[in-house]
């Protein structure tokens, strides 16, 4: 093994626990290497290397092909993040979910282990835009954001719409694909603010690795509010609408 794929919706935890897995000796976090802001390992910067770019390069799988070999050919273990967003923007179709993004494919032919993490779409929503307004992104100390924030509904009738279709695509996904753990963001950091033990057995069994030696604090603090409700400022409005909707009633 010298490829671990971190898999998740944006806002969801891969920092936080990329932290904790790259102290472990053998393991390098190369960062979103789909992200065209990624300041470590990225896809988009090795074809500008190379002399092609993300929209120029017409055998876009070839080449990925080829930057994951070279990523497997290293000694080190090297600790990829993809969002499913990003697999969008490569992969416009994905969105349609006609077929497996060729990312995917790519990775899962190997196989390579997933580590994948869930949480709640309107958890995400909501947390994306605080990270906006407030300017943080990630931090190490505590986090408080004291401002509310009003939720456009139509905008987030889009974004719910879109989350639907990927966890029903990604529930099928996995249905197939046994060479994973899942892991949700609001049990996966316990009240001391580490990486719970039963997640670390978890990762221990999936790669096969001594994970016992590593402190299990992340190195980011978690930003999420104690209530989600006391973060929407027309709570009532998104409560009364999301009521409404049978598909994310649930």
């Keep these: 093994m010298s490829i671990i794929l971190l898999l998740s919706r944006q806002r969801s935890g891969t920092g936080a626990l990329a932290s904790v897995l790259e102290r472990h000796p053998g393991i390098v976090y190369c960062g979103e290497v789909l992200d065209p802001t990624c300041e470590e390992r990225s896809f988009r910067r090795w074809l500008t290397e190379r002399g092609s770019t993300i929209d120029e390069a017409i055998d876009q799988p070839a080449r990925f092909a080829d930057f994951v070999d070279e990523l497997k050919a290293e000694s080190q273990i090297n600790l990829i993040d993809i969002k499913y967003n990003c697999l969008a923007s490569i992969n416009p179709p994905f969105h349609s979910f006609l077929d497996v ?36 992104y990630h931090t190490t100390e505590i986090f408080s954001f004291s401002e509310v924030v009003n939720v ?21 996904f996995f249905a197939g694909y046994s060479f994973h753990a899942a892991f949700d963001y609001e049990t996966m950091i316990t009240s001391e603010g580490r990486v719970s033990a039963e997640v670390m057995a978890d990762l221990e069994r999936l790669l096969s690795l001594d994970l016992s030696a590593i402190d299990t604090k992340p190195r980011f603090a978690k930003q999420a509010p104690v209530s989600l409700a006391g973060k929407i400022g027309n709570l ?11 598909a994310f009633a649930a």
């Design 236 to 246: 009532p409005e998104v409560t009364a609408w999301l009521g409404k909707c049978e």
């Design 152 to 172: 456009d509904i139509p905008e987030l009738k889009n974004y719910l719409e879109i989350c639907y279709r990927e966890d029903r695509f990604f529930e099928k």
């Design 101 to 136: 993004p060729w990312v995917l494919q790519i990775l899962s032919m190997l196989p390579v282990p997933i580590v994948h993490l869930r949480r709640s779409p309107l958890e995400t929503y909501i947390s994306a835009k605080i990270a906006e307004r407030s300017g943080t």
